[in-house]
């Protein structure tokens, strides 16, 4: 290869690079703004958070959240304006990477790829919805089921909520419940590419069982209530990905004998 040739190979990965730069300064630029945003908005966000918590005591005007040092409240907060800014920036971060990768993609494959791209937050918020209204409520009226209201030969038990660990708690839930219900998008493009099939994912179908209570298991706290209710959704998806998968062999069944009847 000549020296010119190296020059000119040069200067379009130059091009990417600055573009590529481009891209990450726009995304962070969005995390930041957002991060400043639900930080000002900490603590109300933090109070809806609360609401499952609410829904779930006995009394909810007795319900009380200490925090044992003077910074946990603070980088609580700062938590939290983390994880609402990384949710509310993820459409600038997801254009971004798509008008990055755009360019280089034929537009039968910018026609199948922007359609995963909308469904993956659509599919999230659905999974942080279930943890909202079902799931979180459901664990915290099995976990203040245990409280003991004291007596003769009793010693009272009540559960004082820290702010910092209650907020981890349902931020696991929900990152835990919205990465599983990413489960059709994940299978479906491996799928178009060839990696799985319909008929493969029906075969194992039972291994699938076994590592959605697994995972399960592990992503969520050790109570029955967030574990089944999170397997449960992950064997639903499942199948949806099964029919997924299946829809998309079909259209790429149509399309070769399309080719071939032109051929011919």
Same mark, same amino acid.
């Given at each position: 290869?000549?020296?010119?040739?190296?020059?000119?190979?040069?200067?379009?990965?130059?091009?990417?690079?600055?573009?590529?730069?481009?891209?990450?300064?726009?995304?962070?630029?969005?995390?930041?703004?957002? +991060?400043?945003?639900?930080?000002?908005?900490? &603590?109300?966000?933090?109070?809806?958070? &609360?609401?499952?918590?609410?829904? !779930?005591?006995?009394?909810?005007?007795?319900? /009380?959240?200490?925090?044992?040092?003077?910074?946990?409240?603070?980088?609580?907060?700062?938590?939290?304006? @983390? +994880?609402?800014?990384?949710?509310?920036?993820?459409?600038?971060?997801?254009?971004?990477?798509?008008?990055?990768?755009?360019?280089?993609?034929?537009?039968?494959?910018?026609?199948?790829?922007?359609?995963?791209? $909308?469904?993956?937050?659509?599919?999230?918020?659905?999974?942080?919805? @279930?943890?909202?209204?079902?799931?979180?409520?459901?664990?915290?009226?099995?976990?203040?089921?245990?409280?003991?209201?004291?007596?003769?030969? /009793?010693?009272?038990?009540?559960?004082?909520?820290?702010?910092?660990?209650?907020?981890?708690?349902?931020? $696991?839930?929900? +990152?835990?419940?919205?990465?599983?219900? /990413?489960?059709?998008?994940?299978?479906?493009?491996?799928?178009?590419?060839?990696?799985?099939?319909?008929?493969?994912?029906?075969?194992?179908?039972?291994?699938?069982?076994?590592?959605?209570?697994?995972?399960?298991?592990?992503?969520?706290?050790?109570?029955?209530?967030?574990?089944?209710?999170?397997?449960?959704?992950?064997? @639903?998806?499942?199948?949806?990905?099964?029919?997924?998968?299946?829809? $998309?062999?079909?259209?790429?069944?149509?399309?070769?004998?399309?080719?071939?009847?032109?051929? !011919?």
């Amino acid at each position: 290869m000549s020296d010119e040739d190296i020059d000119a190979s040069k200067a379009p990965l130059i091009e990417h690079l600055v573009e590529l730069r481009q891209r990450l300064m726009k995304s962070v630029i969005a995390i930041i703004l957002m +991060f400043i945003v639900c930080f000002y908005f900490a &603590t109300d966000i933090y109070n809806i958070l &609360t609401v499952p918590y609410l829904r !779930a005591a006995p009394d909810p005007t007795a319900v /009380q959240m200490i925090f044992t040092a003077p910074q946990e409240w603070f980088f609580t907060q700062l938590k939290l304006a @983390l +994880f609402g800014a990384l949710f509310l920036a993820f459409p600038v971060v997801a254009s971004q990477i798509y008008m990055f990768v755009a360019p280089g993609l034929y537009k039968e494959e910018k026609g199948a790829f922007l359609p995963f791209l $909308v469904a993956t937050p659509i599919l999230f918020a659905i999974g942080a919805c @279930l943890v909202y209204f079902l799931i979180m409520p459901m664990a915290m009226g099995f976990f203040l089921s245990m409280e003991q209201t004291g007596g003769e030969g /009793q010693v009272a038990i009540q559960h004082l909520a820290k702010v910092s660990e209650y907020l981890g708690l349902i931020m $696991v839930l929900i +990152f835990a419940f919205g990465l599983v219900f /990413q489960l059709p998008v994940v299978l479906t493009l491996l799928g178009r590419t060839g990696l799985v099939s319909s008929e493969g994912l029906k075969d194992k179908r039972k291994y699938a069982i076994v590592a959605a209570f697994a995972a399960a298991a592990i992503l969520t706290p050790p109570d029955p209530i967030s574990q089944i209710g999170l397997a449960l959704p992950t064997l @639903l998806l499942y199948e949806v990905s099964i029919i997924s998968v299946r829809l $998309v062999e079909r259209k790429r069944a149509a399309r070769e004998e399309a080719r071939e009847a032109e051929e !011919a």
